[in-house]
C-alpha cells in the first residue's frame, strides 16, 4: 500500500495529467469538427474553450457541483451537531475547517468538493442527519475529510466539468451534422472520421473519468476509519446508505462518482451504461476490508513506518 503522502503527490499529477488530457482531447475534437465543416474558426474556438474551461474547472467547478446538487451551505447554528463533528475530526488531524453544506435530499448520502484544503466543503443530504447514527455519520465525515486530506476532491471535481464539456460538444456536432446540407463538400473518410471521434469522444472522456483508480475509496475508508479509531461506524453507514431505498433528484451518472456511496438508484442503477462504468466498490468488499481493517498496521502503511 502506497503511504498517504505518496498518494497525495500521485493525486496533484494526476490531476493535471487529467487537465492535459481534457485540453487535448477537445483541441482534437476540434480539429476534425473544422475538417468536416470547412471552417478553420472552429479549432480557434475548441482552443479558447480548452484554455478558458480548463482555467474554470480549478477555479469554479466546486461552486458548479455544489449548484448541480442543489446543495445550500448551512452555519453551526443551523446545524451545531453536525457543525462540531466535522470541526473535532479537523482538530484530530490537523486540517483547516471546511464550509458544510446541506443536499435537502432523504437518501443519505455525502461528497466533499473544492481545490484543496483550505477551500474546500463537505455536503451531506438530510437523510444523512436524520437516518444515521452520530457514529455512523461521524465515519462518512471522516471519509469526506479523508478524500479532502489526500487530495482527491480536485480531481474528482474537475473530471465533471471536462467530461461533461466533450459531451455537450459531442452532442452539438451529431445534431448539427444530421441538419447539414446534403451537398456537403466534406469528404467520405472526413465524414467517417468525424462521425466516430463524435461517438467515441464521451467514452473517451469516461475512460479518461475512470482513470481515477477505485482504490481511491478504500483509501479514503481506510484513513477515515484512522481518523474515527472505530472501523465499525463507518462500515455500518455504508451498509445503510447502499440499503436505502430512495432516489436522489439532482444526480446523474456526471457527479455520482462524487458521493461516498453511488446515489443512483431505480433505473439509473440498473442500465447497462451504470453497471459498465462504475464509479465506486462494491459496498460488500468496502465493508469487509474495514471489518478486516488493523488501525495500527494501516496507520503505519499509511504514514511510514517511522511515525
Known amino acids: ?14 490531476t493535471w495529467t487529467l487537465m492535459t ?20 474558426s472552429i479549432l480557434f474556438v475548441a482552443v479558447i474553450i480548452s484554455i478558458l474551461s480548463s482555467i474554470g474547472s480549478y477555479w469554479f467547478s466546486d461552486k458548479l457541483v455544489l449548484s448541480m446538487s442543489g446543495a445550500h451551505e448551512i452555519s ?40 484543496d484544503e ?12 436524520s437516518r444515521l447514527e452520530n457514529i455512523e455519520i461521524e465515519g462518512v465525515l471522516a471519509h469526506e475529510l479523508s478524500h479532502i486530506k489526500n487530495k482527491d476532491i480536485l480531481l474528482q471535481t474537475v473530471v465533471v466539468v471536462m467530461a461533461g464539456l466533450i459531451s455537450i460538444a459531442s452532442d452539438f456536432f451529431l445534431r ?26 464521451p467514452f473517451a472522456a469516461t475512460i479518461i473519468q475512470l482513470s481515477i483508480s477505485r482504490k481511491r475509496e478504500f483509501l479514503a475508508d481506510a ?21 436505502d431505498p430512495s432516489e436522489m433528484h439532482d444526480v446523474s451518472n456526471a457527479t455520482a462518482h ?16 451504470s453497471k459498465l462504468f462504475l464509479t465506486h466498490p462494491p459496498v460488500e468488499e468496502r465493508i469487509a ?19
Open 21 to 40: 488530457g481534457f485540453f487535448l482531447l477537445i483541441i482534437l475534437l476540434g480539429w476534425i469538427f473544422s475538417l468536416y465543416f470547412g471552417d478553420s
Open 258 to 273: 462524487l458521493y461516498i456511496s453511488s446515489p443512483l438508484r431505480g433505473d439509473k442503477a440498473t442500465s447497462w451504461f
Open 76 to 115: 453551526e447554528k443551523e446545524a451545531p451537531d453536525l457543525y462540531h463533528l466535522v470541526e473535532n475530526l479537523c482538530i484530530s488531524v490537523g486540517m483547516p475547517m471546511p464550509k458544510v453544506y446541506i443536499i435537502e435530499e432523504m437518501q443519505p448520502n455525502a461528497f466533499a468538493t473544492g481545490r
Open 223 to 243: 484513513t477515515g476509519a484512522l481518523m474515527t479509531r472505530y472501523p465499525d461506524g463507518l462500515a455500518s453507514a455504508l451498509q445503510k446508505i447502499s440499503d
Open 118 to 129: 483550505n477551500h474546500a466543503v463537505i455536503a451531506v443530504t438530510r437523510g444523512l442527519l
Open 176 to 201: 448539427s451534422s444530421f441538419n447539414r446540407d446534403r451537398d456537403s463538400k466534406a469528404g467520405p473518410i472526413i465524414l467517417v472520421i468525424a462521425l466516430i471521434a463524435a461517438i467515441l469522444a
Open 1 to 14: 500500500m502506497p503511504t498517504l503522502y505518496s498518494q497525495q503527490r500521485s493525486n496533484v499529477w494526476k
Open 289 to 307: 476490508a474495514l471489518k478486516g481493517l488493523d488501525v495500527k498496521r494501516v496507520e503505519e502503511e499509511l504514514y511510514g513506518k517511522a511515525s
